[in-house]
């Protein structure tokens, strides 16, 4: 199945009057994840036409405010717009306490379930899974508490052979359990194996979103394989000197831990806001890992 | 002397592509003072031009998300451009609080002053002051603690008759007592009485914000014969039945306070985005009150 990726902003810091703070919409399986929600978040839903009611995880990776001070007022425009849905928020721990205190200073409770899924574990553990899909966190390297996010496909039931139905005339009562992978038994006593009966379902995908981190090579076996890698660039490597600092990554190690992890694609952002052109952001990674894509406030993926 | 007022964000509830929540900018006396921070406003101050790093003082009426929800990511702003100056934040007790929280969450401390002075009084009270002008707490009626703020020019001193400091040679030395009104002896003992050193000075301005309250008559005394009145105007007399229960104001009821404040001009704003079109606001105010203006992102009103 194919996923889309809704970049609503990009950008590293503070939000400017063309550049937005970090935020994306996932479209995977029947959900709408939003996934980080810096100040102005709500504007840019409505501005890339995102059915927002429909959104019902947000997923917050750590607690500075390009990635997380839009996520009061996108509450409090759901409770505004009636919402009744249940809203569930994944993010660092202390989350609760913060969003709760907002509400508590306006007399603004929600009159939909607000469901907070706080996060401290250093360990990568799966925090989101239904029948399709699970979501994974990836513990990153940044000043605060920080988790990326794995949004994994499962394998689905397998394909059934519609010739193979009808060659041996099998009825319908058993489409199910073949597809889970049962054998099935003529009348007259032969076996015909799974293998016989389908083909294999369609091939999983899945999306790695890491942001912020600085160069970290720990995270290369939780990415391995995925479809598309997002991984921050806020710095080239002419400003490498303050990647230690600051714990970001340039575009160079963006696409060394790309090339290490085997990943599809690589897709780039939250770019510092002092480069006045993101090109040469693509023209560095692409040196060491291609396909290379740069992440554009308003651009969509399919993935 | 004149002020300037830029609005940017009059509407309610939530951002939208094209409205912002209610924050302005009143420019007074060498002041450039922020009066509340919905959501987005530092991208609004950057769209409007506005030099905010000149802003020194922030004025929160109450804690609901559109009056309030831009100002942790102003905070954090400010740090990112490297501020060095103090920021003083007058807001209802809790803001405080609030602030503190986010920046502990995101370990993101300001390196300038921040200094909060926390209002709980329902008495009008002085919260700022310097030789030049006062702001004053207007207390609203509104479904959580709020105030409003009236700006008030001081009278300056008397302005220097040049004529008649040349008519009676008058060294310089003395300018400074006479300004502040002093009578003159001249050297064959003659007194001259300060109105004939010195003319009247220019006419003090005032403008009063209030925002958000439901008709509340207790403010007239308080905001009486001020230049400029900002009352909120959520809905037309059409739907004055939400008026009460969500304790704002109709166009009608802010042109009644403006009528019996015998203020010098209204300025209608905080207008709910069920309405398309401003206009009828105007047009239902200036029934009972002259001269009524509208609110208008982007705006900006000479007092």
């Not at 990726?5 to 029947?30: D, M």
């Not at 409505?46 to 990776?61: A, E, M, P, Y």
């Not at 160069?215 to 490597?237: M, V």
């Not at 554009?296 to 399919?302: A, L």
């Amino acid at each position: 199945m194919s996923m889309k990726l809704h970049i609503l902003g990009c950008y590293a810091a503070t939000p400017r009057t063309l550049s937005n703070p970090t935020a994306q919409v996932l479209e995977i399986r029947n959900h709408l994840f939003l996934i980080d929600c810096g100040e102005g978040t709500q504007v840019q839903l409505r501005k890339n036409k995102v059915k927002f009611s429909r959104i019902q995880h947000i997923f917050i990776s750590h607690l500075h405010g390009d990635h997380f001070f839009g996520l009061p007022g996108l509450i409090s425009t759901f409770r505004l717009l009636g919402r009744e849905k249940e809203l569930h928020v994944y993010g660092p721990k202390g989350i609760k306490e913060a969003i709760t205190l907002l509400m508590k200073l306006g007399n603004s409770w929600t009159n939909y379930p607000l469901i907070f899924h706080e996060l401290d574990s250093k360990e990568s553990q799966i925090i989101f899974e239904d029948e399709k899909l699970t979501v994974t966190t990836i513990p990153l390297d940044h000043r605060i508490y920080t988790n990326g996010f794995l949004f994994m496909e499962k394998i689905g039931d397998r394909k059934l052979d519609v010739q193979a139905m009808a060659k041996y005339r099998i009825d319908k009562q058993y489409f199910g359990e073949i597809k889970k992978g049962s054998d099935y038994t003529l009348p007259d006593g032969i076996i015909l194996t799974n293998d016989q009966l389908t083909l294999d379902p369609p091939p999983i995908k899945s999306y790695a979103y890491c942001s912020d981190t600085g160069y970290f090579e720990n995270i290369i076996p939780l990415i391995r394989n995925s479809d598309a890698l997002y991984h921050e660039a806020t710095f080239l490597d002419s400003e490498a000197h303050y990647s230690a600092t600051t714990k970001h990554s340039t575009a160079k190690q963006a696409a060394t831990i790309a090339k290490k992890a085997e990943v599809g694609r690589l897709i780039l952002g939250h770019f510092s806001t002092r480069y006045k052109n993101t090109e040469p952001f693509q023209a560095e990674a692409s040196t060491i890992f291609n396909p290379v894509e740069l992440a554009e406030d308003g651009k969509v993926f399919e993935i």
